[in-house]
């Protein structure tokens, strides 16, 4: 038996008998003539040579177990080109189709987290990637085109190919386990370039030869954050970690803060970039508004209204 195909408008009608429960209120809800709407199910029935409602011996159509098997799969296609018109009249007002969004490491990850949710309500129609990166590899996406929009410190942030628009400050701070010899009160000058110091590589060669905050010739490269906070609570070497992610730990005793004299802690400076010959559309905008309002709640971060540079 060779199938028809139901059109669109077929498949609307059956789903408005099985939501609306008959014939008539189908109509109603449609503005159609009851007429139409039984002839619409009638040829879809004929089409793919099933019964979808029993009409005999009730005064409502009732879902056949054809029918309700073919109820789901309807749907599916009704919403698929809902969701088609929608991005269709979104692009049309000059709302983006995708953003691709590359944060820094150093960016908390509750605030991420809260920021891509709210998004997603926000703008359902817009597709949104997702990397996660460090130092100079944020950029690095930018500038071979595989990002939109960057979340990402100071290496590179004046770049000539990308525009920047500050947004906040996270504080990194200098911590060991509580046995490191570093942990101890009245560290002498120079001591902390006799111990293995945990630094956060750069996977892209943009910042080759340049070193961020290393003291110790002895030094281990991670270039995931992650890894190096779990050396540094199992006593392994000591390093700048930011101050949200290890607040939990100095509160409970599982690292401390160092009193080194050479003082390596600093601000990290967040910042928007994004390449000059692309500006953010109406979703990435609001990207950008977000994470700052949402940096400016978060401890540990200090938030900034400076303009783009």
């Known amino acids: 038996m ?23 209120a189908a109509a109603r809800k449609m503005g159609r003539a009851v007429s139409a709407v039984s002839y619409g199910i009638s040829q879809m029935e004929n089409q793919l040579g099933v019964t ?15 029918g309700r098997g073919l109820l789901v799969e309807a749907k599916a296609v009704a919403d698929g080109i809902d969701h088609l018109l929608a ?3 979104s692009l049309h007002a000059g709302l983006e189709s995708e953003v691709s969004l590359v944060v820094d490491v150093m960016l908390p990850g509750e605030v991420t987290a809260s920021v891509l949710r709210d998004f997603r309500e926000m703008f359902p129609t817009v597709a949104l990637r997702l990397q996660v990166e460090a130092l100079g590899a944020v950029a ?18 004046d770049h000539a190919e990308l525009e920047r628009q500050t947004i906040g400050t996270v ?5 060991a386990a509580p046995d490191h010899p570093l ?34 010739p002895q030094s281990w490269r991670l270039a995931d954050l992650g890894a190096k906070h779990a050396l540094l609570k199992e006593g392994i070497g000591w390093g700048n970690m930011p101050r949200h992610m290890v607040s939990g730990d100095l509160a ?43 940096l400016g709640a978060c401890s540990g971060v200090e938030p900034s209204v400076s303009g783009a540079a």
């Open 2 to 24: 060779k199938l028809g195909e139901p059109s669109l408008d077929h498949l609307r009608i059956f789903l408005a008998v099985a939501e609306e429960g008959s014939f008539g």
């Open 52 to 66: 979808l409602f029993a009409r005999e011996g009730s005064r409502r159509p009732v879902l056949t177990e054809e």
């Open 87 to 89: 991005k269709t009249q």
């Open 140 to 157: 690095a996406c930018l500038l071979d085109g595989g990002a939109d929009l960057a979340i990402g410190g100071p290496v590179l942030a």
């Open 171 to 175: 504080e990194l701070v200098p911590v």
């Open 183 to 216: 942990s101890r009160s009245g560290v002498a000058p120079g001591e902390s370039r006799k111990h293995l110091q945990l630094v956060l590589s750069d996977r892209s060669p943009l910042t080759e030869g340049r070193e961020f905050s290393v003291l110790s």
């Open 252 to 294: 409970e005793g599982r690292l401390c803060l160092l009193d080194l004299p050479e003082k390596p802690g600093a601000n990290y400076t967040l910042s928007a970039l994004w390449r000059r010959d692309a500006r953010p559309g109406p979703a990435t905008s609001w990207l950008i508004d977000a994470i700052r309002e949402r």
